[in-house]
């Protein structure tokens, strides 16, 4: 089943209690800052898991049916609650007014504005299987076709654009972000990668193809005057070459992977 939105989370649960990771030290599961939503009967989102995420449900349900606004849990990761990751997290608990709701809204509206961007350009197999394992992930989606009936039932959170020029859009995609070439068209795919590598702001340019398509696309773009550093950033096959298996999925997953290691690398 999948996962509520925020929004309609919030507006269906008016008792809430939001569990935070306020401090992190060593390892731990997850980061300061993050955080869930304890209802009385159900929760949203994640702390890490574990016991140190069921202690602080537990927590938070005695708070949902007693009187506490605020709360606190100061632990340490170790064999007492049957964890070892050797850290210590610092974890507040509190009530969720309807200022702290907004507050909420607020901070979700603007970590959605700062992820990275990736422009899927091509609803094929490969390109939907792709939108939906982006979906889940910390990255703004925005899938580009021509066609307008192959982006009629694309997952939630992803942004469909219908182009009749998919190249122009590339000058849309945020810097840092990435292009990912999965069209139908291989002329189409060559103009849209031109666009692409023509710009050093982009973290990740890549297309699907073999090891034949890219010597192809390199003599045509050497012919339009790309210069070759310029290609050989281009990713081309995508997804690399420890997997054999071609299903959709199966490649969806395996870039989606080597997006995450290049737009989430410290």
């Known amino acids: 089943m999948t996962s509520p939105s925020l929004p309609d989370f919030l507006a269906n649960h008016p008792d809430l209690i939001l569990i935070e990771v306020r401090e992190a030290k060593g390892s731990t599961p997850r980061e300061a800052g993050a955080y869930m939503l304890v209802a009385p009967r159900t929760s949203w989102g994640t702390i890490g898991g574990g016991q140190m995420e069921l202690l602080a449900i537990e927590k938070a349900k005695a708070m949902l049916?007693?009187?506490?606004?605020?709360?606190?849990?100061?632990?340490?990761?170790?064999?007492?609650?049957?964890?070892?990751?050797?850290?210590?997290?610092?974890?507040?608990?509190?009530?969720?007014?309807?200022k702290g709701r907004l507050e909420l809204l607020a901070r979700e509206e603007k970590a959605r504005k700062a992820l990275p961007q990736?422009?899927?350009?091509?609803?094929?197999?490969?390109?939907?299987?792709?939108?939906?394992?982006?979906?889940?992930?910390?990255?703004?989606?925005?899938?580009?076709?021509?066609?307008?009936?192959?982006?009629?039932?694309?997952?939630?959170?992803?942004?469909?654009?219908?182009?009749?020029?998919?190249?122009?859009?590339?000058?849309?995609?945020?810097?840092?972000?990435?292009?990912?070439?999965l069209t139908h068209d291989h002329a189409l795919d060559f103009l849209i990668a031109r666009e692409a590598l023509a710009r050093d702001d982009l973290a990740y340019v890549g297309m699907i193809g073999s090891a034949t398509k890219r010597a192809t696309f390199e003599s045509a773009m050497r012919r339009d005057g790309v210069a070759p550093e310029r290609f050989a950033r281009l990713v081309l096959p995508i997804g690399g070459d420890t997997v054999r298996d071609k299903r959709p999925a199966v490649i969806a997953a395996m870039v989606a992977a080597e997006l995450m290691a290049v737009l989430l690398r410290r």
Do not use: M, W, Y
């Open 118 to 181: 990736v422009f899927v350009f091509g609803a094929g197999h490969v390109g939907l299987a792709l939108a939906a394992a982006l979906a889940p992930l910390p990255v703004a989606t925005t899938v580009v076709e021509t066609r307008p009936n192959a982006i009629e039932s694309l997952p939630r959170g992803v942004t469909a654009r219908l182009a009749a020029l998919p190249e122009a859009l590339v000058a849309e995609i945020a810097p840092g972000g990435a292009a990912v070439i």
């Open 65 to 98: 049916t007693g009187s506490d606004t605020e709360g606190e849990i100061d632990l340490p990761l170790g064999p007492e609650i049957g964890q070892c990751c050797g850290g210590r997290v610092v974890i507040d608990l509190k009530r969720l007014g309807e």
